[in-house]
Structure formats: structure tokens, C-alpha cells
């Protein structure tokens, strides 16, 4: 059976549905379904007891939705391909093993790689699914390593949370820079961030080649214009009120930076519907091999 035809149950009563209702109890159980998404990409949908639904496409490991109450609080871009052959512009990609330009490509190859998946498990509840990355001769032409990452999506009432594990599987060190490039669908004219106030800043907007360093003294953080600011040694909580009537806690553990990304004019198409808000690891993390580096983010909207 491949695994575009598997349907993985978080309980024996989970049918092939995304959910299923007990007719004698009338209990919702979490479920995992994989399903084939648009351009016939590979796609699992996640739906919790509560009804949340949640939906990862195995092409560069993308969280495309994150559905509360019927919602979708995060976003993807009219312009987004869904080929394979481009990275899926929206939800919540990958910059590994590098953000940004550099060296390698921008914001590096773990967003335009198939992952596979490798588990999907129920836990008090919540629909749990991991998938894996490993070096291959397309990623080992820009960075000649051995590794192994792991990315862990758990789904709860009104709780997206993500779990990235990178592992050197090689036999000298290696050093990398990432973040998760999370588009949330917003009002940008009301689109809002607390919590960045006495942050060190790097303002990408004079030149980006150039960042002009600075310190945050706003209490709130607004959009009016094109944006494009890493915050370092960001707190570990952000609040973000997407302008539509939500508000968004981002927890983290380990994702030392923050970045705030909105393309305005330049993306005229879609840039008033969307602002990133992003946790990022902009220093290097080096690790030795068989050493191993994690990172956890929580979203929750109230």
C-alpha cells in the first residue's frame, strides 16, 4: 500500500474520514487521513475531536491551513504553485538549512524536498504525525552533509504545534541558520505584534544586503508599509492580532529570533490578506555529529 492510500487511525473507531462521529455516544475522534492534495501532491489532513483541522503537505513539509471553528488562520498565496518543482508560497514553509540568501539558495532546500512520513499517533487526543527529511544528491550538491530532520505537527482544540529535531548524521560538524516562514492571514492595515518592545533590531528595508541595526521601542509593531525586520533574541511569546478579529499567541522554545515580513506593493495581488510573523535561528547552530538540535513552536489563538 503506498502511502497516498493510507489512511492512519488515532482510534480503532477513526474510519477513512477526516473524523467520525460514535452514533451511540455522539464523541468526535482525532484522525489522520493521507489524501492527495492539489496537483496531486501528497497531503495529510489532521482533525482533532474538536474539530480543528489541520493540512501538511509532504512537499517541503508545508502546514498549508490551520482551521478553528471553521477559520483558517493561516494563509497561502494566490500565486502558489503546486507543482513540485517550487516551493509552496504560503502556510508555514521551511528555511533550512539556511534563512535567507547565502551561500546555498535562498532560505535554503528543506522547503522544495519531499519528506516522508513517518508516524502519525494519537496522544490524549490530539492527532500527532512526524515526518522526516534525510540527505539526498540534490541537497548534498549546495551543502555536502550527512542529516537527519525530524518534523512533529500535533493538533488540539485551538493549538498548532510543531516540533523541528535536526540531527548531524555525519561524521564532522556542521553549522546551519532556520526558521519556519509562517504566513497568517490578516488585515494588514490592522494587523498587529506585542511583545518585540527592547529588541535588538535588523532592518532589512533600507538594504537588505545591508541591514541598519536598531532597537525596538514600539509597545505595538504595525505593517504600514513594506516590512522586513529581524528581531534578535526575541522573547519566547508573541502576541499577534491579525486584524480580523483573532488573537494569535506564537510560544516557542528554542527559536531564538522573530522576524516580521509583508511584501506590501511589491506582492499588490495579496499583500493586504497576510503578514508573516516568524520564528527564526538566525545565528549559526553548529552541531557535532551525532548531536542533535530541537526547536518548538505553539500557536493559539484565544
Same mark, same amino acid.
Given at each position: 500500500m503506498t502511502a497516498l492510500?493510507?489512511?492512519?487511525?488515532?482510534?480503532?473507531?477513526?474510519?477513512?474520514?477526516?473524523?467520525?462521529?460514535?452514533?451511540?455516544?455522539?464523541?468526535?475522534?482525532?484522525?489522520?487521513?493521507?489524501?492527495?492534495?492539489?496537483?496531486?501532491?501528497?497531503?495529510?489532513?489532521?482533525?482533532?475531536?474538536?474539530g480543528s483541522e489541520a493540512e501538511l503537505y509532504l512537499f517541503g513539509a508545508c502546514v498549508t491551513s490551520w482551521k478553528v471553528d471553521g477559520k483558517d488562520l493561516l494563509f497561502v498565496r494566490p500565486d502558489a504553485v503546486f507543482n513540485g518543482q517550487k516551493p509552496i508560497s504560503g502556510g508555514i514553509p521551511h528555511c533550512f538549512p539556511q534563512f535567507g540568501p547565502g551561500p546555498i539558495q535562498q532560505h535554503?532546500?528543506?522547503? @522544495?524536498? $519531499? /519528506? +516522508?512520513?513517518?508516524?502519525?499517533? &494519537?496522544v490524549e487526543e490530539k492527532p500527532v504525525v512526524t515526518v522526516e527529511l534525510r540527505d539526498g544528491p540534490y541537497s548534498r550538491a549546495m551543502w555536502d552533509y550527512s542529516f537527519h530532520a525530524l518534523y512533529k505537527i500535533t493538533l488540539d482544540k485551538k493549538t498548532l504545534s510543531t516540533e523541528l529535531t535536526v540531527k548531524n548524521t555525519d561524521n564532522k560538524p556542521f553549522s546551519f541558520t532556520t526558521a519556519l516562514h509562517t504566513y497568517f492571514s490578516?488585515?494588514?492595515?490592522?494587523?498587529?505584534?506585542?511583545?518585540?518592545?527592547?529588541?535588538?533590531?535588523?532592518?532589512?528595508?533600507?538594504?537588505?544586503?545591508?541591514?541598519?541595526?536598531?532597537?525596538?521601542?514600539?509597545?505595538?509593531?504595525?505593517?504600514?508599509?513594506?516590512?522586513?525586520?529581524?528581531?534578535?533574541?526575541?522573547?519566547?511569546e508573541l502576541?499577534?492580532?491579525?486584524?480580523?478579529?483573532?488573537?494569535?499567541?506564537?510560544? @516557542?522554545? $528554542? /527559536? +531564538?529570533?522573530?522576524?516580521?515580513? &509583508?511584501?506590501?506593493?511589491?506582492?499588490?495581488?495579496?499583500?493586504?490578506?497576510?503578514?508573516?510573523?516568524?520564528?527564526?535561528?538566525?545565528?549559526?547552530?553548529?552541531?557535532?555529529?551525532?548531536?542533535s538540535w530541537t526547536a518548538v513552536q505553539h500557536l493559539t489563538v484565544a
Amino acid at each position: 500500500m503506498t502511502a497516498l492510500s493510507m489512511t492512519w487511525s488515532c482510534s480503532p473507531l477513526t474510519s477513512s474520514k477526516f473524523r467520525r462521529v460514535n452514533r451511540y455516544s455522539g464523541m468526535t475522534f482525532a484522525s489522520v487521513k493521507s489524501t492527495e492534495g492539489l496537483g496531486n501532491l501528497p497531503k495529510v489532513v489532521l482533525t482533532s475531536p474538536h474539530g480543528s483541522e489541520a493540512e501538511l503537505y509532504l512537499f517541503g513539509a508545508c502546514v498549508t491551513s490551520w482551521k478553528v471553528d471553521g477559520k483558517d488562520l493561516l494563509f497561502v498565496r494566490p500565486d502558489a504553485v503546486f507543482n513540485g518543482q517550487k516551493p509552496i508560497s504560503g502556510g508555514i514553509p521551511h528555511c533550512f538549512p539556511q534563512f535567507g540568501p547565502g551561500p546555498i539558495q535562498q532560505h535554503g532546500f528543506g522547503r @522544495n524536498m $519531499n /519528506w +516522508s512520513l513517518v508516524s502519525s499517533e &494519537n496522544v490524549e487526543e490530539k492527532p500527532v504525525v512526524t515526518v522526516e527529511l534525510r540527505d539526498g544528491p540534490y541537497s548534498r550538491a549546495m551543502w555536502d552533509y550527512s542529516f537527519h530532520a525530524l518534523y512533529k505537527i500535533t493538533l488540539d482544540k485551538k493549538t498548532l504545534s510543531t516540533e523541528l529535531t535536526v540531527k548531524n548524521t555525519d561524521n564532522k560538524p556542521f553549522s546551519f541558520t532556520t526558521a519556519l516562514h509562517t504566513y497568517f492571514s490578516a488585515s494588514v492595515t490592522g494587523a498587529s505584534v506585542s511583545g518585540l518592545k527592547g529588541c535588538k533590531t535588523l532592518n532589512k528595508v533600507p538594504d537588505p544586503t545591508n541591514p541598519v541595526e536598531g532597537k525596538e521601542e514600539r509597545d505595538v509593531v504595525t505593517f504600514p508599509g513594506f516590512v522586513d525586520c529581524v528581531y534578535l533574541d526575541a522573547p519566547s511569546e508573541l502576541q499577534l492580532d491579525n486584524g480580523l478579529g483573532d488573537k494569535l499567541s506564537i510560544k @516557542n522554545t $528554542n /527559536w +531564538s529570533d522573530a522576524v516580521l515580513w &509583508n511584501p506590501h506593493l511589491t506582492m499588490e495581488q495579496s499583500y493586504k490578506d497576510f503578514v508573516c510573523v516568524e520564528n527564526a535561528k538566525i545565528g549559526t547552530v553548529q552541531i557535532e555529529p551525532e548531536q542533535s538540535w530541537t526547536a518548538v513552536q505553539h500557536l493559539t489563538v484565544a
